[in-house]
C-alpha cells in the first residue's frame, strides 16, 4: 500500500492503541522537508487540524524504538485532541535503523550542537516561523526512547519548551556516552546523586537563566526494560534541577487509573508509578493535556494566560485500567496492543492478539506492535 493512501485511510478511520474506533480526523499528516539544520536527517511530519487556536500551541510526539512518526501518528490520540484543542502535532520521524532516537551523543544533549534534538529543535522553531505557533505554548511527549528524548529536550532547549510528559523514560543524560543502548542505565544500575543528575542538565544548555520547562512522567514498576529505578533518579534529577525537596507535596492514588500512583513536587515536577505495568505505560492523553494547560483551549479562541494547573488536579478519566494495559499473567494467554510479550526473564503471554506480533525490541522487551 503507498503511503499516501495509508493517509487518506487513516484521515477517515483511525485505530486507537485500544482497537477502538475513533473520530475521523479534520486533516491528514504531512511531511514538510527543508526546515532548518537537520544534521542527522531526522524526517518532520506534521499534523495541523482545520481549526486553530490563535495563536495554535505545538506538541512534539516522539515514537519508541522500531517505531516511525506514522505508527504515534496511528496509535495514539493526539491528533484527535488536536482537532478539538485547536493545536499543531509534529511528528518527528528517527533516522537511525532501529527507529531509536540519539540520546547518548555530546551533540543531542548540548544545545544547538548536533544530533536529533537540533533537528527537532529545528522543527519547532519553523513552526513558529511558518504556521504561527505561539511560542510560549510548545510542548514534548513520548514513549519509551521518545520519552528519553522529551528529556533530552527539557535539559538541552530549555528556552524552547514549556512542559513535557514522558513515557517510561530514563533521566537526562542517562545514555551519554554510550551507543544507542545502555545496559547499565536501562537496568537501573546508574545512580547518582540529585546534584550530579541536576549538573547533567543544566550542562545542556550552559549559562541558561530562564525559566525551565516543566517536567511530568510516567514509570511501570514491572518495567524490565527500562527498570523503574530510573524513574527514583528522575525524581532526583528534576527536583534537584528546581530546587525542591525529594518529599512530595502531594501523593494521589488510584490516579488517574487504579493502582497509579500520582506525587507532586511542588508545580514544577509530578511522577506518577504504575503498580504492575511493564514497558510502557500507555498514554494518558486526556492527563496530558491538563499537564500541559490546553483541556480548555478551543479551536478559533485566542489562548488564555499559560498558568499553571494545580499538581493535584485529576484527569477527567475513569479510574479502571485501560484494556490495552491488561496483560494475562498465563504464558498460554495473549497480549494486547503495546504489550509486552517476551525479552530476557518475561513468563507472560508470548503471542498478541490479532492482528499484532510480538517484535523483539531488544533483548529484554519484546512488544506486540
Known sequence: MSFSRLLSIIAV???????????ALSSTLQQVSNFGPNPTGVQMFLYRPTKLASPPPLIIAMHYCTGTAQAYFQGTSLAQLADTHGFIVIYPDAPDSGGCWDVHSTATLTHDAGGDSLAIASMVRYAIANYGVDASRVFATGTSS?????????????????????????????FAGSGMWNSQCAQGQLIKTGQQWGDQVRSGYPGF??????????????????YPQNFQEEIKQWTNVFGVSETPTSTQTNNPLNGYTRTSYGPNVQAI?????????????????????????????????????????PPATTPTQPT?????SSPGGTAEHWGQCGGQGWTGPTACVSPFTCTALNAYYSQCL
Not at 537563566?209 to 527500562?226: C, E, I, M, N, S
Not at 498514554?283 to 494545580?310: H, K, R, Y
Request: hydrophobic share 40%.
Open 13 to 23: 478511520i483511525l485505530v486507537g492503541p485500544a482497537g477502538v474506533l475513533v473520530n
Open 146 to 174: 521518545g520519552a528519553m528524548m522529551t528529556n533530552v529536550l527539557m535539559g538541552a532547549y530549555p528556552d524552547l519548551f514549556k512542559a513535557g510528559s514522558l513515557f517510561s523514560g530514563v533521566p537526562y543524560g542517562c
Open 209 to 226: 537563566t530562564g525559566t525551565r520547562p516543566k517536567v511530568q512522567f510516567w514509570h511501570g514498576t514491572a518495567d524490565t526494560t527500562l
Open 273 to 313: 508509578l504504575a503498580q504492575g505495568v511493564g514497558h510502557t505505560v500507555p498514554e494518558q492523553e486526556n492527563d496530558v493535556m491538563i499537564w500541559f494547560g490546553l483541556n480548555n483551549l478551543t479551536p478559533g479562541t485566542t489562548n488564555p494566560p499559560a498558568t499553571t494547573p494545580p499538581a493535584t488536579t
Open 324 to 328: 490495552s494495559t491488561t496483560i494475562p
